[in-house]
Structures are given as C-alpha cells and as structure tokens.
C-alpha cells in the first residue's frame, strides 16, 4: 500500500486575499516539517511540502482541495493524509494510516467540541450558515477540525462533484470542507481523537500536537521549549 502525507505552505502574498487567514511564518512550520518527515521515514510513507499555488484560490488554504480535483493524487496513492503545517507528529506516535477503517471513507480525528454538543445545539447554531440544511444530528456526529484528514480514491470519486463547488461560498474552507463531506454522502469514520490535539503541555498520550491558534507565532510561547527539547537543531 503507498501512502503519502501532504502540507501546505505557501506565501500568502501570491494570494488575492493575503488576510483570509492568520497564517503566522511560525518557527512551528519547521518543528512540524522535521517531525512528519521523520514519520515518513519510520512509517514508509512519501512525504511531501507544496510551497507554489496550483488552486491559486484567494489563500493557500484553500489548495487542499487539489487532493480531489487532481487525480493524480489518489491515482498513485492509496491513503493520502493532510495535515496543517502546525501539527507536530509526536515522537512515539503509531503508524495513522494503519487505522483499520473503511477503503471508502473519509477519516478525521475525532472531534469532541461539536460531538459533545446536543442536538439542539446544533439546530439553534446552524442557523443561517452553511449547515443549515443539513441534517442536525449529522452535523453532531461527523463536525471535524480539519487540520488532520485522510482520503482515498473512493471518497475522493464520492466527493469530487460537491468539491468543484468550493468557489460557490462566502465561508472559511475549513467550514465548506465540512460541508462537503456531510452533504456528498460519502462515508465518515473517525480517527483516534490523539490525531488532533491542542497544545495544553508536553506530548503524553497525544499522537499528534495541533498548535491552533495565534501565541504560536510568538517565541516565548510554552510550546517551544518542548519541541527544542526534542528536536535542538531546528
């Protein structure tokens, strides 16, 4: 099985709209580079850093969803894992994509802020955004953060139409990509919720650290000094 992991990181400048987002030139890019492709390496798998648009949509967070428009992707490899550029593969992290799920679904690391909702909750906040056609207790049960998915050929092809609409909203990606999958009837499982995790202190039983969040541009930021701890010449 061929495998590959794929990050972004992309000047924002070359973009119409280099504010969409607040992506910091965090030293946390370079933590998060040295750790995946040293999961590569243990793990077998390709690893490879996009750094020029292709998409070329508004912002590089939006070129992600070149993983369905190109087939090349999913042509070659049969598990194709995204991550965001300040995630950090922990050092005693398993091999994610012997996950024992499904060859057709989509997969992302559980998400317990929106799973632990109720479902009115949900009916009361998807009022009047994307997902307000969307079956509530659907949105319950599959909201993710999508700083760490995996796809494959068969999500990809379920997919494919629903994601040649990503120009057609006025919404974050991360929101439409949400959209995408609850709307296109592809099937969903989780990954293990320690495939996403917010910094809250040194790795324990995380598997992979997620630095969401703006102190992370910042050098003083607690983070830093666990990460020089485990990767000094960065």
Known sequence: MKNIIVQYQID???????????LYPAKINDYSLISFQEYAKKYNCEFVR????????????????????????????DQIL?????????PFAPNIFQHG????????ARYD????????????????????????????????????????????????ETVKKYREFDVDDGQV???MVMSSGVPYEDL??????????PINKENFLHCAGGKKHKMNASIYNWLHIQWPTV
């Open 113 to 160: 802020r929106y799973r632990s909702k109720t479902k009115e909750w949900h009916i009361e906040n998807n009022k009047n955004t994307i997902f307000q056609s969307i079956d509530p207790e659907v949105c319950k049960n599959i909201r993710f953060q999508t700083g760490c998915f995996i796809i494959n050929k068969k999500c990809r092809d379920t997919m494919l």
């Open 192 to 201: 293990d919720a320690s495939y996403n995790v917010k910094w809250r202190g």
């Open 101 to 108: 799920l499904r060859d057709d679904s989509f997969k992302a």
């Open 12 to 22: 924002v400048n070359k973009y119409s709209d280099p504010t969409y987002n607040n």
């Open 50 to 77: 996009i750094t020029e648009p292709k998409i070329n949509y508004k912002h590089p967070t939006w070129e992600r969803f070149d993983l369905w428009l190109d087939p090349y992707w999913t042509d070659k490899y």
């Open 82 to 90: 995204y991550v965001d550029t300040d995630v950090i593969a922990g």
């Open 177 to 179: 990509l949400n959209w």
